[in-house]
């Protein structure tokens, strides 16, 4: 074997020797991949098509022990570093050129504790994964709405899902995490241990360190009522009118989405995706007039098991995709965010794009903006547009329609954004996530990653 060429977390070209690289594969009780080796590329590919990294060594972990021993390797050798939990962030992120790629995807355990309501979890489990153990015993915590989604990068930017507003974000239901920081040490983080570290990392998580275990808080969930009611494009503005007025009025047990996307067979539609988590009697009543209002082609709500209501997104979300997104939050749908959506729906470049208002109110908005270092708590919709499309040469054209949209929405949305929805942005974007809490969280940064070995995030750059 000959050298191997690698990056530097400051993006220079070196060279490591064959003994050193067969060195750090022998302390590993995972396996250690090259470019050429069976299952190098598969653990480099992204939900995001448009990313394509190829990192000169991945460490496939197999424990915390694998993860200290890359985090030491990589200090040592001052190695670009990424951390790949469930490979669906958006801005691609999880996977570096020419650096050492720390590859979780083998990292799966998950141990429910019914008694105490909790449940553990390595940073591998996607949220199907955890929801169908957590639903063996009735109970669920919060971890996104498309399955595929990695719990990890999830949780540790927010975790927005059906039960933000009975339960909060994944982070307001983290117990605790084991993470490895940039000193090569395990730590265990929670409300009573390294409480610095555990607020930063609900919230600026990707930032301080590698999380090898998530302990949950566990609630019981389900059946719930939900599903969608569709409506022709034509109706559009009155119905996301409508759906500003209804959604301003629910109780925690109710959340509700609203849409903009195209049916399989090529119609363009609005719909409204209601998740209703309590008496199923209760939430008929307070469904009926979303149901009842103007004249849906379509209305599949119904009571469905929780599991089933975490998937009903997943067949628009395939990976592999090309995709590009660009996002913000507010507290007030603008009837010019609503009349641009529809203006640029007419023109929809692609039928797999998605323009969404993902609403979240109830005990997610009763969590101090301070509390955790997830900020933007008094924001009640991000408004999301989802662009995605699969032939290269639509590239361009998809792009511009979507940075065409959001200047139109810019001026009436706040100034803040959703860690988690991110692509490559640049700064101004990534402090914007962080809002009011960014001074602190470049405080315990420089505390617990002077030299910014975690990088490949929204960055949050220490100050030595
Ligand atoms: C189809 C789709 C649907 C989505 N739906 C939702 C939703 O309903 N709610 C919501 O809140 N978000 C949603 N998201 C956004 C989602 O939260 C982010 O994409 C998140 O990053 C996914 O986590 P992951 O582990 O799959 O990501 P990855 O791409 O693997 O990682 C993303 C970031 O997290 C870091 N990271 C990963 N694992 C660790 C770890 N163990 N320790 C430290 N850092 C780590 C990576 O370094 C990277 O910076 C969705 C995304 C997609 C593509």
Redesign the pocket.
Same mark, same amino acid.
């Given at each position: 074997m000959t050298a191997l060429r690698v990056i530097t977390s400051e993006g220079a070209d070196t060279f490591l020797d064959a003994a050193t690289v067969q060195d750090f594969a022998a302390r590993l009780r995972g396996s250690l991949l090259r470019h050429g080796d069976g299952g190098y590329d598969e653990a480099r590919k992204?939900?995001?098509g448009m990313i394509d990294h190829r990192p000169a060594l991945i460490a496939r972990c197999a424990g915390a022990a694998d993860v200290i021993a890359a985090v030491q390797f990589a200090r040592q050798h001052d190695l670009l570093v990424?951390?790949? $939990? +469930? @490979?669906?962030?958006?801005?691609?992120?999880?996977v570096c050129d020419g650096g050492l790629m720390i590859d979780?995807s083998r990292m799966k355990s998950i141990r429910v504790d019914p008694t105490e309501r909790t449940v553990r979890a390595e940073?591998g489990v996607l949220g199907a994964e955890l929801d169908r153990e957590t639903q063996a015993f009735g109970l669920a915590t919060p971890v996104?709405?498309?399955s595929?989604?990695?719990?990890?990068?999830?949780t540790? $930017? +927010? @975790?927005?899902?059906w039960l933000a507003s009975k339960y909060g974000f994944?982070i307001d239901n983290l117990r605790s995490v084991d993470?490895v920081t940039a000193d090569g040490t395990l730590r265990t983080a929670s409300a009573t241990q390294q409480e610095d570290l555990f607020w930063a990392i609900r919230g600026a998580?990707?930032n301080f360190?590698?999380?090898?275990s998530f302990e949950y808080r566990l609630h019981p969930v389900g059946p719930v009522l939900g599903g969608l009611v569709i409506h022709p494009l034509s109706q559009a503005v009155e119905v996301l009118r409508f759906y500003r007025e209804f959604s301003v009025s629910q109780p925690d047990e109710l959340q509700t989405w609203a849409g903009i996307l195209t049916l399989p067979d090529g119609n363009p539609v609005v719909a409204l995706a209601p998740c209703y988590v309590g008496s199923l009697e209760e939430g008929e009543r307070l469904l009926s007039p979303l149901r009842r209002f103007g004249t849906p082609i379509a209305d599949t709500v119904a009571p469905l098991p929780y599991v089933a209501m975490q998937q009903i997104?997943d067949a628009a979300?395939p990976p592999g995709r090309l995709?590009y997104w660009k996002s913000a939050l507010t507290s007030h749908l603008a009837d010019e965010v609503i009349e641009a959506s529809v203006e640029y729906a007419r023109k929809l470049p692609s039928p797999f794009t998605v323009i969404l208002f993902a609403e979240l109110h109830g005990a997610y908005s009763r969590v101090g903006k301070t509390e955790t270092a997830y900020f933007h708590r008094d924001l009640q919709y991000d408004a999301i547009i989802l662009s995605g499309w699969t032939d290269p040469a639509d590239t361009q054209r998809n792009i511009g329609w979507t940075r065409e949209l959001f200047a139109a929405w810019e001026p009436h949305l706040a100034r803040a954004a959703?860690v988690?929805?991110l692509g490559d942005e640049g700064e101004d974007r990534a402090r914007s996530a962080y809002g009011g809490n960014y001074a602190r969280l470049v405080a315990l940064k420089t505390k617990y990653d002077p030299t910014n070995l975690?990088r490949?995030?929204?960055n949050i750059r220490p100050t030595v």
């Open positions: 992204l939900f995001n990424s951390i790949k $939990g +469930g @490979g669906h962030g958006v801005a691609g992120k999880a979780f940073p996104g709405t498309v595929t989604t990695g719990i990890a990068g999830l540790l $930017g +927010g @975790g927005q899902s994944a993470i998580g990707h360190g590698v999380v090898t997104f979300f995709n959703y988690n929805d975690f490949m995030n929204q």
